[in-house]
């Protein structure tokens, strides 16, 4: 806002922090607007049309029946946050595996009431489910992460952490068919320096196209280490691109070449 060229570009905050007071302080840093994660692509064309000025349209398409039988699956919210069907089972299998290892410790921070970092667990988990669109999970997740902030005792909502278990217990019994759906389309490419090089670059620049560009690497690099791949795919997913550098750092040191 300093600088006299850019003094009336419109910026959108695009933020986890929910809270009217979070949206208030990105108004005050100069901000036009304030988004939360996960971001709908309806919301986001709607807040960048309102501030440059531009009409939209956006058409939802009909439920099909290739991701019909994921549990919790939102297909319309899907659409709206610009996912390729294609590539939802996939999405969601890692989404499943991460919650699976996350389990144990959740239940350990519940029995020794260690609030603050089950919050960041509980956190981590509300946005990548909300970016999958498995949108009964993440509103159960938002209300548990919203209490905890506000250091409220597991035991007091014991009732909400039963049913996300439930939720994840219902997941669990599609890992198969999710799992099928990843061996549909393995591609074993050779990954090159050249690859790698591209990824790394684009994740430093926060590109979207890291996206794509993983998931034409994503089964090369899982013959070197296969959890640390799904670890670089959740993170890609959620948009987290420098956790993602880092984990594919990880790889890097494990002899991706």
Request: proline share 3%.
């Amino acid at each position: 806002r300093m600088i006299p060229d850019y003094v009336d570009i419109p910026i959108i905050a695009v933020s986890a922090h929910a809270f009217k007071a979070d949206a208030d302080k990105s108004i005050e840093a100069g901000m036009n607007d304030h988004l939360t994660k996960p971001v709908s692509m309806n919301e986001l064309f709607k807040t960048i049309s309102k501030w440059v000025k531009l009409k939209y349209t956006f058409s939802n398409e009909p439920k099909t029946d290739s991701v019909s039988e994921i549990p919790f699956l939102d297909f319309q919210d899907l659409k709206m946050r610009g996912s390729d069907p294609e590539n939802i089972k996939f999405l969601v299998n890692l989404f499943v595996e991460e919650i699976n290892r996350d389990i144990p410790i959740i239940k350990q921070c519940i029995q020794e009431n260690e609030i603050e970092k089950l919050q960041k667990i509980i956190h981590k988990h509300k946005g990548a489910s909300g970016n999958v669109s498995l949108v009964d999970i993440h509103k159960n997740l938002v209300e548990i992460d919203k209490l905890l902030k506000a250091k409220t005792e597991p035991k007091m909502i014991k009732n909400l952490f039963d049913k996300f278990f439930d939720q994840i217990d219902i997941l669990n019994s599609y890992k198969e068919t999710l799992e099928g759906s990843r061996k549909e389309i393995v591609s074993f490419k050779k990954i090159s320096k050249d690859d790698i090089e591209e990824l790394t670059k684009l994740l430093l620049d926060n590109n979207l196209k890291a996206i794509e560009k993983y998931e034409d690497m994503k089964y090369g690099l899982s013959s070197v280490d296969g959890l640390l791949t799904n670890q670089l795919g959740l993170a890609i997913s959620n948009l987290n691109f420098t956790e993602a550098f880092m984990i594919l750092d990880e790889l890097k040191k494990k002899g991706l070449l």
